[in-house]
Structure formats: structure tokens, C-alpha cells
């Protein structure tokens, strides 16, 4: 058999053939609002080493519509990246049991949900606070 006979399996739209796969594109797509929020705190980071007036130039660029409409686009990819992750969490980790039964994934899921969003409010709150 010659390399051009060969069978090729056909790639074109693999990721439309099961919806796992296009939620994995999805969740794997989030590296970007990560990618961009780095870049926007990294930003933060330059401009504070320049001092305060193009710190707080930076800090009231934030307030912009545009800044805003950003922050609202990677917030979301941020919970949709992390309600996955704890959909995941049951099935890596080894079971946990409280007395004889085993734990439902689901309980565990909405824990680490709610762990995340607890740990959210806190540092929002301390953020508040902060910068008073």
C-alpha cells in the first residue's frame, strides 16, 4: 500500500461530533479571559512603577465603559471556567465518605462553588476596603 492510499480519518469539525467536545473547546477557550485579565493587572503593575499619576491614570482608565464591558466578558469566562473545574473535581479526586455513605458529586461540586464564591467576597471586600 502506498503512503497516498493510506487512510486519513477526517478532521474537519470534530469538535461539532459530541457536545463534550465542544464544551471542552469552550472551557479550554477561557485561557484567554485569563490571558487578558494577567495583561490588565500586569498594566497595573508597569504603571504603578511609573508613579502615581499614571497609576491612577490606569486606575481611572477601569471606570471606562469599554474597560467595564471587558471586565464583565472575562468574569464571565472566569465562572464558566470555574463551575467546570468543580464538575471535574469528583471524578480526580478519591471518594470522600461521611460516616458510611459515600458523598454526592453534586454536594461536592457546590461546595467548591461555594468555597470559590466565599473566597470571592472576602477579597472583593478587602479590595473595598482598601481602596477607600
Known sequence: MTARN???RPMTGWYKRL??????LWRE???FAVI????????GLWRYTQGAD???AWRSALG???SLLLHVAILAGFVFHSWTWFEVMPKTI????????????GVIVRSGMMAALAATVV???LACWAFK
Open 6 to 8: 493510506t487512510y486519513r
Open 19 to 24: 457536545p463534550f467536545y465542544t464544551r471542552y
Open 29 to 31: 477557550a477561557t485561557c
Open 36 to 43: 487578558a485579565y494577567a495583561l490588565v493587572l500586569l498594566t
Open 54 to 56: 499614571a497609576f491612577n
Open 64 to 66: 471606562s465603559p469599554l
Open 94 to 105: 478519591p471518594f470522600v465518605r461521611m460516616g458510611d455513605k459515600r458523598v454526592p458529586d
Open 123 to 125: 477579597v472583593l471586600g
